[in-house]
Every structure is written in C-alpha cells, then in structure tokens.
T-cell receptor, first 111, second 114 residues
Framework: QKEVEQNSGPLSVPEGAIASLNCTYS??????FFWYRQYSGKSPELIMF????GDKEDGRFTAQLNKASQYVSLLIRDSQPSDSATYLC???????????FGRGTSLIVHP | DAGVTQSPTHLIKTRGQQVTLRCSPK?????VSWYQQALGQGPQFIFQ???????QRGNFPDRFSGHQFPNYSSELNVNALLLGDSALYLC?????????????FGPGTRLTVT
C-alpha cells in the first residue's frame, strides 16, 4: 500500500513569514512529486512539481526533495493571507501513471 | 489556452438513480483521470482513460464506469447511487505518452445524493 502522509494542521503563520509544509511517502520507487493548492470549495491547482533530488524554486515557492529520507517539502516565502488554503502532496511511483494524494495540510496565514 | 472543463457544476440525485458527469481535457492533453474527493480527504483515484481505453483503475466498484471519446473528452457514469457517493468529482487531464504526467484538474462536479 503506497502511502503519502501529511500533517493535517492547521499550520498557522503570520503574514510575511515562511510557511513550511512537509510530506513523507512510503514507496522508495517514487519518481514524481507534486504540490497542489486547494481553496475551500474549489478544485486542486498544480503549483509545483519536482522529479530530482534537491530544490526547485518558482517565485515565492520552493519544493525540496530528499529521496533518501523519502520526504518532499514546500516552502512558501513572504506568506500572504491569499495563501491560506489546503496544500495537497501527490507522489507517483515508477510503475504507475497515477499519483497518490495525501490528505492535505491546512495553511492559515494571518495578518 | 483552454483549461480542463467539467459539467455540470452541481448535481442533486436520489439514491438508486444513475448519473453521468462530463469532462473536456486541457488543449494538447490526451489523457483523462477521474477522482472522487470527500470532505477533508485527498482525491481518490477512480480510473484513467488513454486512447479511448481504461488504462488504470482504482479501488472503486463496477458501479463506476467511464468512456473516452475520439476527441479525448470523457464521461464518468455512476449507477445505483448511494448516499456515500456524495462528493466532489474531479477530472484531471495530462499528456499520456512517456513523461512525468503532470495532471491539471478541472473545476469539479459537486454531487449530492439524497
């Protein structure tokens, strides 16, 4: 059973701070890693994907992948109230076309 | 660039009825995946269609079936609806060839079974 674990939160950070969201996965054969943002009542929006160990930056977002330790994280710099949402981690194994989703971490950015 | 579209946005059905949900993929995408998302949960994979065939299926009963058309659009059918089928149904599209398979979601269909 391939598992993707996320702390459900909520994670509360002040405006302007760095929000750090973490995700661990069980399948060592995992190859592709995705972060989705989901606002309440809306569908998930792909915000980052990473395939190689290390960091990948896109604007205020940085995804960090450590395959040896089987975790992937998402850093949001200069957090804004508009970043308040649930962040879903999704992990795809090498033998599958489909990623497995975690339950998501709720992020609250307060002014 | 047209994104993923789904219809209808909301639907209310009675237990035992049947429902059909529709999805058109993002421009340039040929693969459609369907997910069910209950409140407070991550999306649960139902099945994926590629080249008009079901390529992969999740742990859902046969009451859930689908179809992909030559223009890559897709339908999800659910028969004999149960109260527990109430959820947000998401369609995601991607490029189906060899690659990393980034998926992009449509706005979803909110199904309520009474």
């Amino acid at each position: 059973q391939k598992e993707v674990e996320q702390n459900s939160g909520p994670l509360s950070v002040p405006e302007g701070a760095i929000a750090s969201l973490n995700c661990t996965y069980s399948d060592r054969g995992s190859q592709s890693f995705f972060w989705y943002r989901q606002y309440s009542g809306k569908s998930p929006e792909l915000i980052m994907f990473i395939y190689s160990n290390g960091d990948k930056e896109d604007g205020r977002f940085t995804a960090q992948l450590n395959k040896a330790s089987q975790y992937v994280s998402l850093l949001i710099r200069d957090s804004q109230p508009s970043d308040s949402a649930t962040y879903l981690c999704a992990v795809r194994s090498g033998g599958s076309y489909i990623p497995t989703f975690g339950r998501g971490t709720s992020l609250i950015v307060h002014p | 660039d047209a994104g993923v579209t789904q219809s209808p946005t909301h639907l209310i059905k009675t237990r035992g009825q049947q429902v059909t949900l529709r999805c058109s993929p993002k421009s340039g995408h040929d693969t459609v995946s369907w997910y069910q998302q209950a409140l407070g949960q991550g999306p649960q994979f139902i099945f994926q269609y590629y080249e008009e065939e079901e390529r992969q299926r999740g742990n859902f009963p046969d009451r859930f079936s689908g179809h992909q058309f030559p223009n890559y659009s897709s339908e999800l059918n659910v028969n004999a609806l149960l109260l527990g089928d109430s959820a947000l149904y998401l369609c995601a599209s991607s490029r189906g060839g060899v690659g990393e398979h980034e998926q992009y979601f449509g706005p979803g269909t909110r199904l309520t079974v009474t």
